[in-house]
C-alpha cells in the first residue's frame, strides 16, 4: 500500500531565493522537528545525485534515512526517492514552486509514503499523521524559510 499527502503554502520571499533555501536538505530541521540530524553527501552545492543523510524521530523510535535528489530544476521543482529500505518509505517527494506576484512563492510540498513488510500495515498509519500535519508542515515551511531569507 502507498498514498501521498501534500500542503500549499505561500512565501514572502522570492522563487529563486525559496528554491536555494529548501534545495539545501540541511535546512530541513528548521521545519522538520522530526528531522534530529542531517548531512549533506558529497558536501557541495545540491545536484542530481546529491544524498541527504539524516536521523529523525518518527513514533518515538529514531530511523537513519537517505534521500538521494533525483530532479532538480532551478527554480521551479526538486525531486527526491528515499533510498534507504525502512519499513515506510517516501517512494517520491517533491517540492514545486511558482514566482507570484510581489516577489512570493508559492510552494507544494508533497511526500509518496510506501509501506515494505511491516510497513504495509503501518503505512496507513503514517499516512493519517502526515495529512493531519499537512497544512503545519507547510506552515512551519513558510516561517522558517521567510526567517532564514532577509526580506528585500
Do not use: C
Request: proline fraction near 5%; aromatic fraction near 6%.
Amino acid at each position: 500500500m502507498s498514498g501521498q499527502f501534500e500542503a500549499t503554502v505561500e512565501v514572502d520571499r522570492p522563487v529563486e531565493e525559496v528554491f536555494a533555501y529548501l534545495a539545501d536538505g540541511r535546512n530541513d530541521p528548521q521545519f522538520s522537528p522530526r528531522v534530529l540530524k542531517i548531512e549533506r553527501i558529497p558536501d557541495t552545492p545540491t545536484a542530481v545525485g546529491t544524498v541527504f543523510r539524516s536521523t529523525v524521530k518518527d513514533a518515538g523510535m529514531k530511523t537513519a534515512r537517505e534521500f538521494r535528489i533525483t530532479t532538480l530544476e532551478a527554480p521551479v521543482k526538486i525531486r527526491w526517492a528515499e533510498v534507504t529500505k525502512n519499513s515506510v518509505t517516501v517512494r517520491e517527494g517533491g517540492y514545486d514552486l511558482e514566482s507570484l506576484a510581489d516577489g512570493r512563492t508559492r510552494v507544494r510540498i508533497f511526500n509518496v509514503l510506501e509501506g515494505h513488510g511491516l510497513g504495509k500495515l503501518l503505512v496507513g498509519l503514517a499516512l493519517v499523521a502526515a495529512r493531519k500535519d499537512a497544512d503545519g508542515f507547510g506552515s512551519r515551511i513558510k516561517s522558517a524559510a521567510e526567517a532564514a531569507i532577509s526580506p528585500r
